[in-house]
């Protein structure tokens, strides 16, 4: 978990979205065209918020607790930006004074998810927008940041139920954006380029982990085929 470097990200001025309607509608090559691609992306233009749905969360079982809107910019992802990473987190504190911090405007600072050690799992902010979880904007804009509750100096706070939690979250994400399931797409906060952190840490089981991911993108995979209508094509259930 951390704040600095997150005002790198902070800026609210007109940005690429505004510049993505602005472009779109100066190359369409017709008014009709103008007008769908306008019409698809109105709520990106300065102003104007995108509906959302109180409470909504993106991964069936986690509790929605909201993070302050200082720590989080709106966005419409992946259409504005790809997601392509994770960017795994130690809260350096409980779950309880991680939740306090990403409510508080003051700390600049808050990452989409929250696992305990007892492997329930928080979302603050969804996936669509981007969180100020790593220090750089880059990262931020293409990654899913997800924080596990404890210290890295203590391998006892990561547990087998926070580890089986976290792989099925991180699962559901890759599957959900096409991420590999890798070293270079699963990376933690220290790997992020200009931070000063060094979570996970050194008692962080990477090899662990990544067995866990791909163990729970298989179970999805055939729980999926199994799900799906004979002949037909699976409809993915909302919050999946």
Not at 13 to 40: K, P, Q, W, Y
Not at 71 to 92: C, E, K, S
Not at 210 to 235: I, M
């Amino acid at each position: 978990m951390g704040a600095k470097g997150a005002s790198e990200d902070g800026d609210r001025r007109i940005g690429r979205r505004a510049l993505i309607v602005g472009g779109l509608a100066a190359a369409a090559g017709t008014a009709a065209l103008a007008r769908d691609e306008l019409g698809r992306l109105w709520w990106r233009l300065p102003g104007v918020d995108k509906p959302r749905k109180p409470g909504e969360v993106d991964f069936a079982g986690a509790r929605w607790v909201a993070a302050s809107d200082a720590n989080w910019r709106g966005a419409d992802r992946p259409d504005d930006f790809g997601i392509d990473m994770v960017v795994v987190h130690v809260t350096q504190g409980s779950l309880d004074s991680a939740v306090k911090a990403f409510q508080n405007p003051g700390h600049k600072a808050a990452a989409h998810y929250i696992v305990g050690k007892d492997g329930r799992i928080t979302q603050m902010i969804r996936e669509l927008d981007v969180a100020y979880h790593a220090g750089n904007r880059d990262y931020n804009e293409r990654s899913i940041g997800i924080e596990h509750e404890g210290f890295v100096d203590r391998p006892e706070d990561f547990t087998d139920e926070m580890y089986a939690a976290s792989a099925r979250l991180t699962a559901r994400i890759c599957a959900r954006y096409g991420i590999p399931v890798d070293r270079k797409h699963i990376v933690g906060h220290v790997e992020v380029p200009g931070t000063d952190h060094t979570d996970p840490g050194p008692h962080w089981d990477w090899d662990r982990y990544l067995t866990l991911v791909r163990r729970a993108g298989t179970a999805l995979t055939e729980d999926k085929r199994s799900a799906a209508p004979a002949g037909g094509s699976e409809t993915p259930a909302p919050g999946s």
